[in-house]
């Protein structure tokens, strides 16, 4: 049996709905310079502003189930 983790928790406990409006409350409480730096870094990614927010959501939930 495989054990799911914590991004998978994580979703597994939330709508899409849910996620988008965590994404976007997130985004809108970010200073306009973390903005700028986020969308720097997301664009060199390949990934949306949204895409960026939650993969370094999922990946701090990764390092602090370690």
Do not use: C, F, W, Y
């Not at 390949?46 to 895409?51: F, K, S, V």
């Amino acid at each position: 049996m495989r054990h799911e983790g914590p991004r998978e928790a994580l979703l597994s406990r939330t709508t899409p709905d849910a996620n988008h409006n965590l994404v976007a409350k997130a985004i809108g409480e970010m200073t306009t310079r973390e903005r700028t730096r986020l969308e720097v870094a997301a664009r060199a990614a390949g990934l949306t502003l949204e895409q960026a927010v939650v993969k370094i959501v999922s990946e701090a939930l990764t390092g602090e189930a370690r």
